[in-house]
């Protein structure tokens, strides 16, 4: 063999590996754009998810919200009605009494069935009456926000 066909074995090997050398980097940087598209493909469907979720939870505590103050509105409005008829005196409140500490001045009220058996209530004043309805309205604001706390730890464990 020549030295000239040698040289032109050589320069075709060389031309052959830097061709081959450039196909795989193509392919390479072909891989890696794919690569990227599907991360940033991935990443907007995990935001997309999110933000879908967020919008959900958001949802629901503004409905158990709306459901909640509904619910507190119509507690206090039962309260002040309450207020008003123990006001007027068209309500009484009054409490039994166990029959063994019922004291001379209070009479039994008879039932059919017979006096042995008869309960005793006693009448409460207005001012106690009025001061036990407070109590029992703070009690109940107590519970709708105790819901209310529930149902959003609840709403965030979804």
Known sequence: M???????????????????WQVQGWR???????????????????QLAEREQRQAL????????????????????SQVRLRDRLATADL????????????GAVPAAASAGG??????RAGLEPA?????????????RGLIALRACQDYVRGLRR
Do not use: K, M, N, P
Request: hydrophobic share 40%; proline share 0%.
């Open 115 to 120: 006096v042995d058996h008869a309960t005793v």
């Open 128 to 140: 106690h009456a009025g001061r036990i309805i407070a109590i029992t309205d703070e009690g109940d």
């Open 28 to 46: 390479y940087g072909r891989q890696l754009a794919q690569q990227a598209q599907a991360q940033a493909e991935a990443e907007a469907a995990r």
């Open 92 to 103: 009484r409140l009054s409490v039994l009494v166990e029959r063994g500490a019922v004291c």
């Open 58 to 77: 958001e949802q629901r505590l503004e409905e158990s919200e709306t459901r909640h103050f509904e619910e507190l509105t119509h507690v206090q409005q």
């Open 2 to 20: 020549s030295r000239l066909q040698r040289g032109l074995g050589a320069l075709l090997l060389v031309l052959c590996v830097a061709l081959t």
